[in-house]
């Protein structure tokens, strides 16, 4: 039986849903979206965390997360973006690190645990997995770039983020961007007006520091990469917006990384191909399961 469990806020006193296997998130105002399956069927992955991207939410992954190999699968609202609350620094790079940190603690010690991160959230996945490598058993980073290496922006992508002041300028971005990310003539004028409603969700704050810090944020180096022992498998869309042979390189990075190619997607391929997606990273998920 699989069911979609309430959105909530919890905070560290807060109740979750008891068919839950985690009591609580992190801090206040942190709000996630949750699968839990209470069937038999064997699966690989007892838990997986589901990472958005920026100017998303935890909506982002609703056409994929019911296909995925897990028993439990929690996907936050990073904070200050969808429905959880976030200001300032409140909203940056390192908070967004400090708030997947304890919820990986939270609930590492339930089963295999798999992170799955999604541009943005990519690098948090990757720095997240790094300093906490006893509770994460495998990664899968989807359309993002290593955590190697110093997290770039492109001028026009600063003068963008520079550009958000308010609702409206926030709403002028997002409609900028959202058609770059999916693939051409794949989106309904409804979706897109959708897509941009979600990502208007997003306080300014969190839209301009999140990549702003994580542009400023230290790489963790080549070093801190090559000790994360776990399977780690990189995908791309086939006509991503991030240069070719981006996945290849992110993989390069762990010594357990793997690189391949999501047929027909672009940089969302969670949204635009997740059957496909899930073809990839259901079988990555067994291989790794049985190599523990």
Excluded at 32 to 59: E, M, N, V, Y
Excluded at 109 to 118: E, K, N
Excluded at 228 to 237: K, Q, R, T, W, Y
């Amino acid at each position: 039986m699989e069911r979609l469990l309430r959105q909530t806020a919890m905070g560290d006193d807060g109740g979750a849903d008891k068919a839950a296997p985690t009591a609580t998130l992190p801090r206040p105002g942190l709000n996630c979206r949750a699968i839990s399956r209470t069937d038999q069927h064997p699966r690989s992955f007892a838990c997986a965390i589901l990472l958005h991207g920026w100017g998303s939410s935890s909506r982002f992954w609703t056409r994929f997360a019911p296909l995925l190999d897990a028993d439990f699968i929690i996907s936050p609202d990073l904070r200050g973006f969808g429905a959880s609350q976030g200001e300032g620094e409140l909203a940056d790079f390192a908070q967004h690190v400090a708030d997947v940190r304890l919820l990986v603690d939270r609930i590492a010690g339930r089963g295999g645990l798999v992170i799955i991160g999604h541009s943005y959230g990519g690098l948090i996945a990757q720095e997240v997995a790094v300093t906490r490598p006893s509770g994460v058993a495998a990664m899968v980073l989807l359309s993002t770039q290593s955590r190697a290496e110093t997290f770039t922006l492109t001028e026009a992508t600063r003068a963008l983020i520079g550009s958000i002041r308010d609702a409206a300028s926030r709403a002028a971005a997002l409609r900028r961007l959202i058609p770059r990310y999916y693939r051409p003539g794949s989106l309904s004028d409804a979706e897109i007006a959708a897509l941009v409603e979600d990502g208007c969700r997003a306080s300014p704050d969190a839209l301009r520091s999140s990549l702003l810090s994580a542009a400023a944020a230290k790489p963790l180096g080549e070093q801190a990469l090559r000790a994360a022992d776990m399977p780690v498998l990189a995908l791309g869309g086939e006509f991503d917006i991030l240069p070719e042979g981006a996945a290849a390189r992110v993989a390069a990075a762990f010594p357990g990384g793997t690189a391949a190619a999501v047929a027909g997607a672009a940089h969302c391929a969670a949204y635009d191909q997740p059957e496909r997606l899930a073809a990839l990273i259901n079988p990555f998920l067994n291989r790794a399961r049985a190599s523990q």
